[in-house]
C-alpha cells in the first residue's frame, strides 16, 4: 500500500515546488515579440531572392513598424520565418501586450507571440551516496536504472522503474545517437570527461547571461544562482526571480543521459558510450523562447543567423524548461520542422499539479510525466491528454530520487559532486536517453516509429484502489490512466525490442543542415536598427545544496 504523505511534509512539499507561480512567471519583463508576416520566405529562402525582393520586404517591415507607432526597433530572425523585435529594454507584459495587439491590427502580419521568459522545471535535490548498485535501504544507489520491481532493503517495489538495464542486455548504447540537452550549460564533471561535443551559447541578454557577454561559442554553465542582492540591486530584472542557488540543471541532465559507466566509479549513465551536445539557453530567471527555439532549430543541424553550422547534429532534443502559455505559433512550427529532419523534442510535462506547461504540450512532442518508486504519479508532477508517457521523477513520499551528477557550488562551479533529484525535469532525460538506446539500435527510425514505439510497448500505469483517479479534484497522489498520463509506464528494454524490429524506414533527409544565409539579409534583419519618427503618446521548483 503507497504511504500517506504526513499534513506538514506535504505543506512543506508544496512550498517548494510553488516557489514560482504561474502569476510571478507572467508577471517577469517580456523581451521583445515575435513576430510572422504573411507569406513571409523563410529565412534560408530569402538569400535566394533577388534584392528587389529583399528590399520589399525591408520596405513591408518598415511600414508595418511605423503603422503600429514602434520606433527604435532591433530585428533578428527568429525559428524558420518569423523576427524578433527587440525595443532595447525589457517590456512589462501590459506594454508587451499592448504592442503586439496593434502589431496584430496590421494586415500584413500573420501573428504576434511575447517572447516570454520560460522557467527551469526541477524540484529539489537531497543528499547522496555515489554507487550504482544496492547498498542499503537508507543507501539504494541507482535504483532508477535497475529492473523494475526492486524491493531490496524492504522498500516499496520499484513499479515505476524503466528498466534500463534489462534493456543494456540489448543496446549499450553508441556515440551516434546524439542527445542535446538545451539547458543551463555544463560544468566539469569527472563522469562526464569525454561525454559533450561542441555545443553552443544562445543565451542572448546579457543581463541574465551571467558570463560577461552574449550568444558565443562556450557552453559553460557560470552558474544562474539570483541572490537577495541581484533583486536590490537591479529590481527591474530580478524582482520576479526566485532567490536561490545556482540549479547546475544542465550538468544533472547530462549526467543521466551519458554519465560514463562501467568505469569503476561514480554513478552510471543510460548511454554507455552516448555524447550529449550541451545548448545553453538558460541563464538567471530562465530562458527565453526566442534563445529555446533557436538551440532546437541550432541543436538539429539548422542554419541560425549568427551562429556556425553544428557540426554534430542531435536527433533528440531534451527540454525541461516551460511556460504556462499555450504552446503558440513559433513552438510550434519549429516542432514541425525539426520532426521534417528527423529530430524529436522530449520535453519534461512541469510541476505544478496542473495541465502541461509548453513545449511538452506541444503537438509531436514527448512530453513526460513525473512517477513516483511505486509507479504512482508523483505528487507535484502536471497530467493531462497531452502527455505522452510517464517515467521516474521520484516523489520525496516514497522514494530517495534519482541519484546523478551535480556540482556542490552555491553560485559559481565548485566540487564536482552527486546527487538525488525530484521533478518532471528528470523524467525527460529518462525517455530521451531511451530514445537514445533505440536510435542506437536502429538509427533509421522516423520521427513517428520513435514516439509510436515508446507508446505501443508502455507498460499500463499501476493501480491502487485506495487512491482516486487523476483529475482536477484529485491531482497530488493519484492514479494515472492513458488520457492522463499519456500511454503508460516507459518499458525501455521492450522500446529497443520495438527498435530493434522496426521496419526500415526512409528516416531523415540526407541533407537535414538547412542552408546558409546571405550576408545582405543577416545585416539587413539581424543587425540593423530601425530608427522611426517617434510617435505620440511550477511554478519554477527549488533546489537545495547537496552536502560535501
Known amino acids: 500500500m503507497r504511504c500517506c504523505l504526513a499534513a506538514g511534509l506535504r505543506a512543506l512539499l508544496a512550498a517548494s515546488l510553488a516557489l514560482g507561480s504561474v502569476g510571478v512567471a507572467m508577471a517577469q519583463p517580456v523581451d521583445g515579440l515575435i513576430v510572422k508576416f504573411k507569406n513571409a520566405p523563410t529565412h534560408e529562402r530569402m538569400a535566394a531572392l533577388s534584392a528587389s525582393v529583399r528590399s520589399a520586404e525591408t520596405e513591408r517591415l518598415h511600414r508595418v513598424l511605423q503603422a ?205 558510450n552516448g555524447r550529449v551536445l550541451p545548448v545553453r539557453v538558460a541563464g538567471k530567471c530562465g530562458a527565453t523562447v526566442a534563445d529555446i527555439v533557436d538551440g532546437m532549430r541550432w541543436a538539429a543541424g539548422l542554419a541560425v543567423a549568427g551562429a556556425p553550422l553544428n557540426a554534430n547534429p542531435a536527433r533528440i532534443i531534451n527540454i525541461s524548461f516551460g511556460g504556462s502559455a499555450p504552446c503558440g505559433n513559433l513552438y510550434q512550427d519549429t516542432i514541425d520542422e525539426l520532426a521534417s529532419h528527423g529530430a524529436v523534442v522530449v520535453a519534461a510535462a512541469g510541476n505544478e499539479q496542473t495541465t502541461p506547461t509548453r513545449p511538452a504540450s506541444c503537438a509531436g512532442v514527448v512530453g513526460v510525466a513525473a512517477l513516483a518508486r511505486d509507479g504512482i504519479k508523483a505528487g507535484y508532477s502536471n497530467f493531462g491528454a497531452r502527455v505522452v508517457i510517464s517515467t521516474l521523477g521520484g516523489d520525496p513520499a516514497i522514494d530517495d530520487g534519482l541519484l546523478t551528477v551535480f556540482n556542490t557550488g552555491l553560485e559559481s562551479p565548485d566540487t564536482a559532486s552527486y546527487g538525488r533529484m525530484f521533478g518532471t525535469s528528470f523524467s525527460a532525460p529518462i525517455v530521451s536517453g531511451a530514445i537514445s538506446l533505440m536510435l542506437s ?17 508502455a507498460r499500463p500505469h499501476v493501480q491502487a484502489g485506495n487512491l482516486p483517479f487523476c483529475s482536477v479534484n484529485d491531482f497530488e497522489a493519484c492514479v494515472c490512466t492513458t488520457s492522463t498520463c499519456g500511454a503508460g509506464v516507459l518499458d525501455a528494454e521492450a522500446a529497443v525490442r520495438f527498435a530493434i524490429g522496426a521496419p526500415l524506414d526512409a528516416g531523415p533527409p540526407a541533407d537535414s543542415g538547412g542552408g546558409a544565409l546571405g550576408w545582405a539579409w543577416l545585416t539587413g534583419l539581424a543587425l540593423a536598427v530601425l530608427v522611426l519618427a517617434r510617435a505620440s503618446g511550477p511554478r519554477r521548483a527549488g533546489h537545495k545544496r547537496l552536502a560535501e
Open 68 to 272: 503600429a507607432r514602434m520606433t527604435e526597433v532591433r530585428s533578428r530572425p527568429a525559428g524558420r520565418a518569423a523576427q524578433h523585435f527587440s525595443f532595447g529594454r525589457q517590456l512589462p507584459p501590459a506594454e508587451a501586450q499592448a504592442m503586439a495587439e496593434r502589431l496584430r491590427s496590421q494586415p500584413d502580419v500573420e501573428w504576434v507571440e511575447l517572447n516570454a521568459r520560460e522557467r527551469l522545471l526541477q524540484a529539489a535535490p537531497v543528499p547522496n551516496d555515489l554507487y550504482f548498485s544496492f547498498v542499503s535501504g537508507a543507501d539504494p544507489g541507482q535504483w532508477w536504472l535497475r529492473p523494475p520491481g526492486e524491493t531490496a532493503g524492504g522498500l516499496a517495489p520499484s513499479y515505476g522503474a524503466p528498466g534500463v538495464q534489462n534493456a543494456w542486455s540489448l543496446e549499450l548504447g553508441r556515440t551516434s545517437a546524439v542527445v542535446a540537452v538545451l539547458d543551463t550549460g555544463i560544468t566539469n564533471h569527472p563522469d562526464l570527461d569525454g561525454r559533450t561535443l561542441d555545443g553552443y551559447d544562445f543565451v542572448s541578454e546579457r543581463e541574465y547571461a551571467n558570463d560577461g557577454n552574449g550568444r558565443d561559442s562556450d557552453p559553460g554553465d557560470p552558474g544562474d544562482w539570483v541572490s537577495a542582492l541581484d533583486v536590490a540591486n537591479e529590481p527591474v530584472l530580478y524582482q520576479d526571480c526566485l532567490i536561490q542557488d545556482s540549479s547546475w540543471h544542465g550538468t544533472i541532465i547530462t549526467g543521466m543521459v551519458a554519465a560514463a559507466t562501467n568505469n569503476s566509479i561514480g554513478v552510471a549513465g543510460i548511454n554507455w
Open 441 to 457: 539500435a536502429n538509427p533509421r527510425l522516423s520521427v513517428p516509429q520513435i514516439i509510436g514505439g515508446l507508446q505501443t510497448t
